[in-house]
């Protein structure tokens, strides 16, 4: 598995994940390599008996604080410690991090900066969909045009939340679906789209946590999209 290490210490291992990996692994996941795998080949966690709730999920995910979609790539923290563990989530929780990812998505986007507050839940006609409905868990993601190409916009976005497809569900919502997501952006867009973007147009490019910025620059085959746009 080719898996990059950002930054590993004693405490914390950052990854730039590849697209196409699966992060926790799962009974739907048995067959296919995973992130939590590739971590508990890369290093142990310690043996302690653990009886609090926090403990045991630290141990059952390896340490693994948040995700990524299977078909976004970028950068991903993974506690080695217990102690790290939970000061990692802590932060997460609390909002403490500060998340940028890169998007191309579909049509030029008006204003060039903004936010997006819309409640997120699962579709209740399909349920390995999300999208904005009321009464929904409070969502909130701004953006930033970076560069616009013809019809696309190149965005960096900046998730306030951390609910599941949460940026691809919010720029759907505003009219600009993410390029080949195959999710969101209709069946008969998705085939236009792979012709020239063989994946999901979303990057995990910078995180920062724990006072410490950690960065994943833009994958050679989205950097070969851009240059066909």
């Not at 048995?30 to 009886?51: C, K, L, P, S």
């Not at 979609?69 to 939970?86: F, N, P, Q, R």
Request: glycine fraction near 6%; hydrophobic fraction near 35%.
């Amino acid at each position: 598995m080719d898996v990059k290490i950002i930054y590993e210490d004693s405490e914390v291992l950052v990854i730039d994940k590849p697209a196409g990996l699966t992060v926790n692994k799962a009974e739907s996941t048995r067959g296919q390599e995973t992130v939590q795998e590739w971590a508990e080949a890369h290093f142990e966690i310690a043996n302690g008996e653990y009886r609090e709730e926090n403990e045991k999920e630290f141990a059952k995910k390896h340490g693994i604080v948040h995700r990524l979609d299977k078909d976004t790539s970028g950068v991903l923290i993974i506690a080695k410690m217990l102690e790290s563990y939970l000061r990692l989530k802590s932060q997460f929780q609390n909002r403490e991090t500060k998340k940028t990812y890169l998007a191309l998505v579909h049509g030029l986007v008006e204003p060039e900066q903004g936010e997006i507050n819309a409640p997120i839940d699962r579709n209740p006609f399909n349920r390995t969909h999300f999208g904005v409905f009321p009464g929904g868990r409070e969502a909130a993601t701004s953006y930033k045009v970076y560069k616009n190409y013809n019809v696309y916009s190149l965005l960096e976005v900046f998730p306030k939340t951390g609910r599941t497809h949460q940026i691809r569900v919010h720029l759907k919502h505003i009219g600009h679906p993410i390029v080949s997501d195959p999710l969101y952006v209709g069946r008969k867009q998705l085939r236009e789209d792979l012709k020239w973007c063989p994946r999901l147009f979303l990057h995990a490019s910078r995180l920062e946590i724990d006072g410490k910025l950690f960065e994943a620059p833009l994958p050679k085959d989205l950097e070969q999209v851009l240059k066909v746009v």
